[in-house]
């Protein structure tokens, strides 16, 4: 079962994802102390898909069901969903439409796997590498660098082609993709400081202002 617990972030943030990637949390569990480190990537999908609050505390914790105690399972759970607690959304989740029936070759956890090929095709690393070792937020990064390095060859083969030029031979631009058409306002961007109205003369020009034209030389008629 997934928690309704991730924060309603616009964006993902890199120095944000590495912070979140070394998060642990300390539970009771069987009666005992143990701490639990944050899902990586592969874990953070099985628990999107578990019903309920037991069998979310076994995997995250990877103990058995029946080896948790009633009394430990509710702050075990809230301690454990919160540390999980998705932050930012992947491109794969934006350009997602629930509004559509999904086609056929679309099965479940198709979405896991597209993420493990495309870093496993961009990096050379192993599936085991990308779903154990990587946190959700890391992936998301690389996975937004991947297709945006995609889109700018497409985007340069597109201008060099017939397909980027009308019927008169003038540029046509290229539609971006979804994912990228997303905006952020400036009130939304914690790690940039608010314009203010009251700054905007320091940045106006100052002094006489010469007008180039008047500067060249005149052809006589």
């Not at 924060?7 to 993902?12: I, Y």
């Not at 914790?61 to 454990?80: H, K, M, N, R, W």
């Not at 952020?184 to 314009?195: H, K």
């Not at 106006?204 to 052809?219: Q, V, W, Y």
Request: aromatic share 6%; glycine share 4%.
């Amino acid at each position: 079962m997934a928690p309704n617990t991730r924060p309603e972030l616009p964006e993902l943030d890199f120095l944000v994802a590495l912070e979140l990637k070394e998060r642990s949390v300390a539970v009771i569990l069987g009666g005992q102390a143990r701490t639990i480190r944050r899902a990586p990537l592969g874990l953070h999908y099985r628990l999107q898909a578990v019903e309920d609050a037991l069998a979310y505390v076994s995997l995250a914790s990877g103990l058995s069901e029946d080896d948790l105690l009633v009394e430990e399972l509710a702050p075990a759970f809230t301690a454990i969903a919160r540390l999980n607690s998705r932050a930012g959304h992947s491109i794969l989740e934006v350009l997602a439409s629930p509004e559509r029936p999904k086609p056929a070759f679309d099965y479940r956890g198709r979405g896991l796997a597209s993420v493990v090929h495309d870093l496993a095709h961009a990096y050379g690393w192993t599936a085991d590498y990308i779903l154990n070792e990587l946190s959700p937020e890391e992936a998301w990064c690389y996975l937004q660098e991947v297709h945006l390095e995609e889109h700018h060859r497409r985007l340069f083969s597109y201008n060099l082609s017939d397909l980027g030029r009308d019927k008169r031979g003038r540029q046509k631009p290229m539609s971006d993709p979804a994912w990228m058409r997303l905006r952020v306002r400036q009130d939304e961007r914690p790690d940039r400081p608010p314009l203010r109205a009251d700054l905007a003369a320091k940045f106006e020009p100052t002094g006489t202002i010469t007008n180039l034209d008047d500067l060249a030389p005149r052809r006589e008629s």
